[in-house]
């Protein structure tokens, strides 16, 4: 009987030992689990940075009305320019042709290298209305294409200094801003030279 007693007092004995071992092992993984930094919180998506979206996006309406018509209006210059050289009669129309042609190659480049570097594709041809005035001038022969090239360059030049001037004052982009103000002085100097030449052929 006394030995039934002490065998039932060990085994209790035995059995609280092991359950606090037990409580202990789940005490020490439970303060694991949760001591460990949680990194989800520490950076939201939207604060991670975007690649830089192209500035074209960016471009108001009035930079790409006049990107546009400046990259058209200098690929009609240097066709017009070309063919003065060649097919015009005058030697007054023979050289303002080329310095036409020269000039606003130098433009249209720079222009091309602002577009590519924000971005913006420029248009790769005429629009109707400037293919239509380039087949017009090429149907004309002699002193007819003198006069015909000359009135054309004044006219052109009038609109074209009309609107750099207000992209200079109102445009949103500061390059094309400035590509405007420095081009100004050179189709200035062509309004003069196109009035120059289209008085001397009267």
């Not at 037990?22 to 939207?46: F, H, I, L, W």
């Not at 975007?50 to 309406?61: K, Q, W, Y």
């Not at 546009?68 to 066709?79: H, P, R």
């Not at 720079?110 to 090429?138: C, I």
């Amino acid at each position: 009987m006394k030995n039934s007693i002490l065998i039932a007092i060990a085994l209790t004995s035995l059995v609280a030992c092991n359950k606090n071992k037990t409580t202990n092992v789940d005490t020490t993984t439970d303060t694991m689990s949760t001591s460990a930094p949680v990194d989800s919180g520490m950076m939201p998506r939207d604060s991670t940075t975007m690649p830089n979206a192209t500035s074209a996006a960016t471009l108001s309406d009035q930079d790409k009305k006049f990107a546009d018509a400046a990259a058209m209006g200098g690929m009609m210059e240097v066709t017009l320019g070309e063919m003065a050289s060649k097919t015009g009669t005058n030697s007054s129309v023979k050289s303002l042709g080329m310095m036409m042609a020269k000039d606003h190659s130098k433009a249209n480049e720079e222009l091309k290298s602002w577009a590519s570097a924000n971005g913006y594709t420029l248009p790769a041809s005429l629009d109707a209305e400037k293919q239509k005035m380039v087949d017009n001038l090429k149907a004309k022969k002699g002193a007819d294409f003198d006069k015909a090239y000359a009135d054309m360059m004044v006219k052109d030049h009038k609109k074209d200094i009309e609107e750099f001037k207000k992209q200079a004052s109102q445009g949103s982009d500061a390059s094309l801003k400035s590509f405007a103000s420095k081009t100004l002085p050179t189709l200035e100097h062509h309004l003069m030279e196109s009035e120059k030449t289209k008085t001397a052929l009267k």
